[in-house]
């Protein structure tokens, strides 16, 4: 579904993000990307969704080198992957069912159609009763799950997810990580960057580590952690919570 | 058809929820396209009182009498409809022996004794002339003192030129006037509508993230703009047309200074400015986004190295 060859991402001044990165994930996957700050798993996501430029390599999503898309088609590759951010991203000045419907408007879906769908997918995220809310008058899980709403609204192939818990408490988290779960059980893609220990471990599936721009570890089913001996030294968050 | 539905829907939402932005917006139009206008009603409220202050007599040609090798009064009304066919002259007016006598009566009404010792067979018929173009009475008194029926040619010249002068600089100063502050107008609408959008940077990322094109951001912000121009216009259209309406009523009882504009001139200049602020809504609108559409487009350039 996505696969990277040799991504190497070098922002202006000269600080490389990533290194030579290549990653193979497959149809209905959910992969964890983790790694401390400035690893370079927001670049990976970045690039993804084409809001930056490779330096070099390629980056193939849905069989599309996507590095070679001309700048009108980017719009296209958004509406096939669903995104959601640790800051939620909700336009402030539209109700909670206006941002999720917002995400079909944009395809031009006729009105007939867009209530069903943005009421079925509130429903789903449990929501249905605040649909004239603004984002302002919901807490952040909340957000969390409009914003979710909206990537899923109108069922992209893929999921592509920043430190979506990264805001929330841990109760709200394990919430936001059940909506996530059963999105990808429809079959959709998801790739969910992270450095929340206790989210990665519990949910037992694949994990890429990274580490200043390169990949240290690609588990099938994997922890947050390294389990085998002569592993990497632990992150410098993980050093943190053993202390 | 349901997406352009939308993005007109869109726009008009966005005005009402970012209320006091738009009226900002909206009231700096309406600020800088009433002085804009203003000066331009000023420029022509000039226009039309030089205008009027060259109209009347510019040339008087005195005509020998009949007796004095002249032209009897025939004669010199069939004279008169020759003059009055010359391109540079407006009108002529015949003012014969015995009217002339009565001007002055009436002239020295309160000096009898002047009156008296004049004999009314003394004063000369004349013809009083006005021109098309004040600055043309040179040729005039020329080929009027070529003929051989006219006694004397007088003319305002000296007043002609200063006159003409102080209208060419008046018009001149109001048409500048109008002028810096039009452009002043544009650049302060732009940046205000420019600024308006830098407070919502965020909300175009977010919709391009969400796969919205370029096209389907511009649309409503464009709008928004149009209708903050247009309303800002037609406003000082109303106040400054209002505000003339006044002027004309209190300037009434004003003798020699002409206060009325015509409605002519109110819908010709109205139409250019809602236009013009329209325009200036759009562009402001345009140039503000660009920026950020770029900003948020991460690449237009694929595979930079």
Known sequence: ?243 | MSRLAFLVREALVNLRRNALVVTGAVLAVFISLSLAFGALVLNELLRINTLAWQEGTHVVAFLKDPAEGGLDQAGQLALMAEIEAWDEVRSVRYVDKAQAYEEFRQLFADRPELIETVNPAVLPASYRIELTDIDLYRDVVFRLRAMPAVLEVRSFGEQIDQLSTLSTVLNFLGLGLALVLGVSAVILIANTIRMAIYARREEVSIMKLVGASNWFIRVPFLLEGLIEGLLGAGLSVLTVWIAAQNLRTLGSSIPLIRFTISDQFFLRWGVLFLLFGATAGVVGSLLGLSRYLREADGGAKPGTV
Do not use: C
């Open chain 1, 1 to 243: 579904m996505i696969r990277l060859e040799d991504v190497t991402k070098v922002y202006e001044g000269g600080v490389v993000a990533v290194r030579d990165i290549s990653l193979d994930i497959q149809r209905g996957e959910f992969v964890f990307l983790v790694g401390p700050s400035g690893s370079g798993k927001s670049t990976l996501i970045r690039l993804m969704l084409r809001q930056e430029p490779v330096t070099r390599g390629t980056i193939w999503v849905a069989g599309k080198d996507i590095t070679k898309l001309p700048a009108w088609k980017v719009p296209y590759l958004r509406r096939s992957i669903g995104t959601v951010f640790q800051d939620f991203k909700l336009l402030p000045n539209k109700t909670v069912f206006e941002n999720v419907a917002f995400a079909l408007e944009v395809l031009g879906r006729p009105r007939s159609v867009i209530r069903p769908h943005v009421t079925q997918v509130l429903e789903l995220v449990g929501l249905a009763d605040k649909a004239d809310r603004y984002p302002r008058q919901l807490s952040g899980g909340e957000q969390q799950r409009v914003s979710i709403a909206r990537a899923f609204v109108n069922r992209p192939p893929i999921l592509l997810a920043d430190e979506p818990t990264g805001n929330l408490d841990p109760a709200t988290s394990v919430g936001i990580m059940r909506l996530l779960d059963r999105i990808n059980r429809t079959g959709t893609t998801v790739v969910m960057a992270t450095h929340d220990h206790a989210i990665v471990d519990a949910m037992q599936r694949r994990v890429v580590a990274l580490s200043e721009g390169r990949i240290l570890r690609d588990d099938a089913t994997g922890r947050y952690e390294a389990v085998l001996r002569g592993a990497p030294a632990p992150t410098e968050k993980g050093a943190e919570e053993q202390a």
